[in-house]
């Protein structure tokens, strides 16, 4: 049963989630490969776990780390499709390996969607997904306009306001290309648990 929008799982750190989500037939799931982040996935730990995965493509998340460390260090992780980084800056630097680009940006204010929306068709020219995540912003009206905005210019993954009994109207209103969630220990800015994950989930399952 596939879901009915394309989605992003990332800090999952152990096999009943990663199966869990898997079975769901979530897109992609990330893990973080900065050494000494408390969500640090060891290679090791990475190539057992993914071996009892498929059916979905592997994202490697980094926040501080140069593109020289990124490319290296994806080496000790086989299968690897997508690179993350938070920095605007590295992109120049890795849009021409042979990984897919996710841009991560942690969003304090409606300015800094307005500014987003002017440099959205860049990201677009250059197949750079967008994630946008906030730990503190309501997705009140103006958000989801600014969204659905930059959405118009580039693939966006909407990693906030999301809840289950809202999540496909949310998805539907901004025309993103797919929502982003985050699995393990540290569930996202509103999820207490991994059951509130699940339940995002289940609501967009398609019917059979």
Known sequence: MALKTFVKISTVNNLSDA?????MYVNLMGFNLEEGNKDY???EKYQELTDWLSGLEYVGEFEASHPDTILETSKSYKGLSYLQVNEEALLQM???????????QEIQSLGQL?????KAHTYQENNVLLLLESANLEFNEDVSDLVKDIAKKCDVLLGFGLEADTVENVVNETAVKGIALKGGDEIKPGLKDFDELADILEALEEED
């Open 41 to 43: 996935m060891a290679p």
């Open 19 to 23: 199966r869990y989500c898997a079975g």
């Open 114 to 118: 307005e500014d987003l929306k002017t």
């Open 94 to 104: 890795l849009v021409n390996t042979s990984f897919k680009l996710i841009l991560k």
